[in-house]
């Protein structure tokens, strides 16, 4: 049996059956970790209101077997919690959409300083300033890359060229073609948001770089078709988000 002493980020919760909840959680020392806290079924249990999604704590995690998948949490206490981020409905879907990103790309039981850096940091900015897509956008690529499902941006996978108005997202490829090397692919994106993500994921910063509101939904568009095929899952959060930033009765155009 061991104990593990880290810092977490809640990233999900279940209930259970009874007085227990499960809580998805990425700590800084063992990565991603399903753990179980007892008698918190109350909501004015002090350990449920520590451990609310995206709050951030300290944890001691109790491990009876080396092979055992849940932990439990024996103890908590809070880092920091995100008032203003948890009060408003569009910073809240995107801290879920970040939350749901990492669980889709990361394994269980490994560790990433790189990871809880970019997390932890994208949590205290948008507790500060105002939550965007495109900075979601930005922590999602950073993310695909650090996880080994970076899309091939740069250029058209077929012919190589580089600079177009328009393109074409191949899911199969993971990649760009241009709309002379496109068949059946069916999803458009903006010249904007292509040059704007082949940057970010370059390294470049999302502050350097200039784009509209129509390249930031095709990002969107774009994360929501390469994350479902090539990690296969789709992001709820990611849906909810688009119809936050899509009124349905729509702006009036002039
Ligand atoms: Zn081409």
């Given at each position: 049996?061991?104990?593990?002493?880290?810092?977490?980020?809640?990233?999900?919760?279940?209930?259970?059956?009874?007085?227990?909840?499960?809580?998805?959680?990425?700590?800084?020392?063992?990565?991603?970790?399903?753990?179980?806290?007892?008698?918190?079924?109350?909501?004015?249990?002090?350990?449920?209101?520590?451990?609310?999604?995206?709050?951030?704590?300290?944890?001691?995690?109790?491990?009876?077997?080396?092979?055992?998948?849940?932990?439990?949490?024996?103890?908590?206490?809070?880092?920091?919690?995100?008032?203003?981020?948890?009060?408003?409905?569009?910073?809240?879907?995107?801290?879920?959409?970040?939350?749901?990103?990492?669980?889709?790309?990361?394994?269980?039981?490994?560790?990433?300083?790189?990871?809880?850096?970019?997390?932890?940091?994208?949590?205290?900015?948008?507790?500060?300033?105002?939550?965007?897509?495109?900075?979601?956008?930005?922590?999602?690529?950073?993310?695909?890359?650090?996880?080994?499902?970076e899309p091939h941006l740069a250029a058209c996978a077929k012919c190589g060229v580089q600079e177009r108005s328009e393109w074409y997202y191949s899911p199969e490829r993971g990649a760009i073609l241009c709309p002379g090397c496109r068949r059946t692919e069916r999803l458009a994106l903006s010249g904007g948001a292509v040059s704007t993500m082949a940057r970010l994921t370059s390294g470049e910063k999302l502050s350097a770089l200039s784009f509209g509101e129509q390249d930031v939904k095709d990002m969107l568009l774009f994360l929501d078709e390469h994350i479902g095929y090539h990690v296969g899952r789709r992001s709820r959060a990611l849906r909810v988000l688009q119809q936050i930033a899509v009124p349905l009765n729509g702006e009036s155009e002039p």
């Open positions: 049996m061991s104990y593990h002493a880290t810092e977490a980020v809640t990233l999900r919760r279940w209930r259970t059956q009874e007085a227990d909840a499960l809580y998805l959680l990425f700590t800084e020392c063992l990565g991603k970790v399903t753990a179980k806290a007892r008698g918190v079924a109350k909501s004015t249990s002090r350990i449920a209101g520590m451990l609310q999604p995206h709050n951030r704590t300290h944890v001691i995690l109790y491990q009876k077997q080396e092979d055992q998948d849940i932990l439990s949490v024996t103890q908590v206490s809070l880092v920091r919690r995100y008032p203003h981020l948890q009060g408003d409905l569009k910073s809240l879907t995107l801290a879920a959409c970040a939350a749901e990103l990492i669980d889709f790309c990361t394994g269980e039981g490994e560790p990433n300083r790189m990871i809880w850096s970019l997390l932890t940091k994208l949590l205290d900015f948008w507790e500060e300033n105002e939550a965007t897509e495109a900075q979601l956008a930005a922590f999602a690529l950073r993310i695909l890359k650090e996880t080994g499902f």
